[in-house]
């Protein structure tokens, strides 16, 4: 049983002393005094970790959607927004992260579009001259000094109308012309008419509803990229859905297969000189019009590049979005 002693001065110089015992009711009320202090500073210290770790989550949670939002950014898509893809009702931190995200994505937006504008623009006056002299160079007296021009001035007019689909494609204005079409058949016929040794393969007869005169520019461009940078034989391949487009050159580029395709820059030095970007930029961009997938990689066995046009089950309407599928109600069977 525990024992107190207390002890103080007196004025004369004794010193008063008092020694006592607790009694069993005193020792009861120390014992669960201590048992609760315990109990509370338990509670206390796990409590404040469930709270940290609540909080962490959330804060977690906030600043992965932010990081999905901008990495989204970083792909293009400029119009998604990190404040509306966290959906915070009471402000933090972390709003002023998303609102400094969102004013770089602005700014972004609004220099892509300037610069669209610009090539745009630039292109549009350089259509009527280049026009005129393709049409005087026609009019030059036959010999080789004429083929040189005339061969210059259509390689510049392709590029001015190359440059005016890349604008029209980054405005995001193009819509699909839709009509349902036999894939394998119309590869065939159309890759034979721009390179009749290629050598198509149909694995798989299907039906699809896409844009055919996009569906070719996006065939013509993969083609007219293998016979300029690859070597043959050029193998196209149809599967379901799905159309390959092979050579036997040295592959892509490295940039390409990491960033994707970009316009005016051919990628590897074996690749200079020879093409400005545009083809595979003007593909990626039609077949995003189709809803269309289209990825590249090279082949590791035989070498050579690959790109893969992966069309979509349901293609996009005339306004952009796509058709949404009626599922049936629940307790019927198709």
């Known amino acids: 049983m525990p024992d107190v002693w207390a002890a103080a001065p007196l004025a004369n110089g004794d010193v008063l002393s008092l020694h006592t015992r607790f009694t069993d009711r005193s020792a009861t009320v120390m014992d669960d005094l201590d048992r609760a202090l315990v109990i509370g500073s338990v509670s206390v210290v796990f409590g404040g970790c469930a709270l940290g770790v609540l909080i962490g989550g959330q804060l977690s949670r906030r600043l992965r959607k932010a990081a999905t939002a901008a990495g989204k950014v970083a792909q293009g898509n400029t119009e998604v927004r990190v404040r509306d893809a966290m959906r915070r009702v009471v402000p933090d931190a972390t709003d002023e992260l998303a609102r400094a995200v969102d004013a770089m994505t602005d700014a972004l937006q609004e ?100 844009d055919p005169r996009r569906l070719e520019r996006i065939l013509v461009n993969l083609l007219g990229n293998a016979a300029k940078h690859g070597r043959a034989p050029f193998e196209v391949t149809v599967e379901g859905r799905v159309v390959r487009v092979r050579d036997h050159g040295p592959g892509f580029p490295e940039a390409l297969l990491k960033e994707g395709p970009s316009r005016f820059r051919t990628g590897s030095s074996d690749r200079a000189g020879r093409g400005h970007g545009l083809g595979l930029t003007i593909a990626a961009g039609q077949a995003r019009v189709l809803g269309a997938r289209l990825t590249f990689r090279n082949a590791h066995r035989d070498g050579g590049a690959i790109a893969v046009l992966w069309l979509p089950e349901h293609a996009p309407t005339t306004t952009g979005s796509f058709p949404v599928v009626r599922l049936p109600d629940a307790g019927t069977h198709p």
Do not use: C, K, Y
């Not at 894939?183 to 299907?206: I, N, T």
């Open 111 to 210: 220099r892509l579009e300037a610069e669209r504008r610009v090539t745009a623009d630039i292109a549009h006056e350089l259509r009527t001259p280049v026009t005129g002299l393709l049409t005087a160079a026609e009019l030059l007296p036959p010999g080789r000094p004429t083929e040189l021009v005339r061969d210059r001035a259509q390689a510049m007019r392709t590029l001015v109308e190359d440059v005016l689909e890349v604008a029209r494609l980054d405005s995001a204005a193009e819509r699909a012309e839709l009509q349902e079409i036999a894939l394998g058949e119309f590869v065939g016929r159309r890759v034979a008419l721009f390179d009749p040794d290629a050598v198509v393969r149909v694995v798989h007869e299907s039906w699809v509803n896409t």
